[in-house]
């Protein structure tokens, strides 16, 4: 709203608005706050000014190039709320042009309305129709507008009763912007931040398990398990951040856990299996299952020899349940444990609990096989 023309610098005098205190159209939604308030002033005081000058049909014979420079959708209705002027601003919210002066036209050009709850709003019950009827002015009340082409926008409006020198209402403006993006952005942070503290707690409860069932014979060899338990926790999570937290791709979560002992190559671990992503509490289960079947194999089984070798393998049924395989060959002859280990523990108690999965051991003594099963529930389609 620079360079007024003449007359509408004229028309506007007194009113305390200053052209120079505005923003330019095109400026961020962000920074518009004020110029609103502002935008009403000017409107409603040039029609009172003009009101002491000429009747009331005349108060309403604004110049149309003020309408349409003002950064907002604005339009003008009479003491019985009907729509006699509104700039191009309004009839690209509202979706259409309605006559201006049509008798069917009261109180808003909007096809329809709702309340912020999502209840139908009818026109003689809107802020307009509220202040037609008080005389009290409404400020910065959301409404939700629907356009004859079923798109809804929401629309934050600001509305100045008009009334002539004796305080009777003759009329009322209504400045309003489309809020839409900004309350879409709104919510987007306020789930963010939920999804955030979900994770965080889900993240927690993972790492206090970890601690709390942890044991080991010396403070030292605690702190190696607790660390080496943890550090498979933050590659996942590497994962995650490069998925935008979609979850992680199986084979490359599995090459991951693996990389230290020749995953993913042609030595002495093998992986193979189709795309499966896997959402992330579910990854994370697998994560720490592979980082504990591995350790307990560079201890006592297959990777603590020298030709000792892992396969991982993993398919879908037919009745969609994802089957992951660790089939240890090679290396020293194995036997059921004397008691259940944190690993062990783990891996029966979320993957069985938690996931609604299964998990069964066999000690061949050719060396362990371990299976897991998730139901499709647990996976999601991989990304594109």
């Given at each position: 709203m620079s360079d007024l023309d003449p007359e509408i610098t004229q028309i506007l005098s007194g009113s305390g608005y200053s052209p120079t205190s505005s923003v330019p159209s095109d400026a961020p939604r962000s920074f518009r706050r004020k110029p609103v308030s502002t935008s009403i002033k000017v409107v409603a005081n040039a029609a009172r000014a003009a009101l002491g000058l000429r009747d009331e049909e005349q108060a309403f014979a604004l110049p149309v190039r003020l309408f349409e420079q003002l950064p907002f959708a604005v339009y003008v209705c009479d003491r019985n709320g009907l729509v006699l002027r509104y700039n191009r601003r309004a009839a690209e919210l509202w979706g259409r042009s309605p006559k201006p002066g049509d008798p069917n036209e009261r109180f808003c050009g909007s096809y329809r309305m709702f309340r912020p709850d999502g209840s139908?709003?009818?026109?003689?019950?809107?802020?307009?129709?509220?202040?037609?009827?008080?005389?009290?002015?409404?400020?910065?009340?959301?409404?939700?507008?629907?356009?004859?082409?079923?798109?809804?926008?929401?629309?934050?409006?600001?509305?100045?009763?008009?009334?002539?020198?004796?305080?009777?209402?003759?009329?009322?403006?209504?400045?309003?912007?489309?809020?839409?993006?900004?309350?879409?952005?709104?919510?987007?942070?306020?789930?963010?931040?939920?999804?955030?503290?979900?994770?965080?707690?889900?993240?927690?409860?993972?790492?206090?398990?970890?601690?709390?069932?942890?044991?080991?014979?010396?403070?030292?060899?605690?702190?190696?398990?607790?660390?080496?338990?943890?550090?498979?926790?933050?590659?996942?999570?590497?994962?995650?951040?490069?998925?935008?937290?979609?979850?992680?791709?199986?084979?490359?979560?599995?090459?991951?856990?693996?990389?230290?002992?020749?995953?993913?190559?042609?030595?002495?671990?093998?992986?193979?299996?189709?795309?499966?992503?896997?959402?992330?509490?579910?990854?994370?289960?697998?994560?720490?299952?592979?980082?504990?079947?591995?350790?307990?194999?560079?201890?006592?089984?297959?990777?603590?020899?020298?030709?000792?070798?892992?396969?991982?393998?993993?398919?879908?049924?037919?009745?969609?349940?994802?089957?992951?395989?660790?089939?240890?060959?090679?290396?020293?002859?194995?036997?059921?444990?004397?008691?259940?280990?944190?690993?062990?523990?783990i891996m029966e108690n979320i993957i069985a609990g938690q996931l609604r999965g299964e998990v069964r051991f066999d000690w061949d003594h050719q060396g362990l096989t371990c299976e897991i099963v998730l139901p499709l529930a647990e996976v999601v389609p991989p990304l594109a």
């Open positions: 139908l709003l009818p026109h003689h019950q809107c802020p307009m129709a509220d202040v037609l009827r008080s005389g009290i002015s409404v400020r910065e009340q959301e409404v939700h507008i629907e356009r004859p082409d079923g798109l809804r926008g929401i629309a934050l409006v600001d509305i100045e009763a008009i009334k002539d020198i004796d305080g009777n209402i003759v009329g009322a403006v209504n400045c309003f912007q489309d809020i839409t993006e900004r309350k879409r952005n709104e919510a987007q942070i306020v789930n963010l931040a939920r999804e955030a503290e979900h994770r965080t707690k889900n993240i927690l409860s993972t790492v206090l398990a970890t601690v709390r069932l942890s044991r080991a014979d010396t403070s030292d060899d605690l702190k190696q398990l607790i660390e080496g338990r943890i550090a498979a926790l933050a590659k996942v999570h590497g994962l995650f951040v490069q998925s935008r937290w979609a979850g992680a791709e199986l084979h490359s979560l599995a090459t991951q856990e693996l990389s230290p002992y020749g995953g993913g190559t042609e030595g002495r671990v093998r992986i193979d299996g189709p795309a499966v992503m896997l959402e992330p509490n579910t990854a994370q289960t697998v994560a720490i299952s592979l980082h504990e079947l591995a350790t307990n194999a560079a201890k006592y089984g297959s990777l603590s020899a020298a030709g000792g070798h892992v396969e991982i393998t993993w398919s879908r049924t037919t009745d969609g349940r994802l089957i992951l395989r660790w089939i240890e060959s090679g290396g020293p002859p194995v036997a059921p444990p004397t008691h259940r280990g944190f690993g062990r523990s």
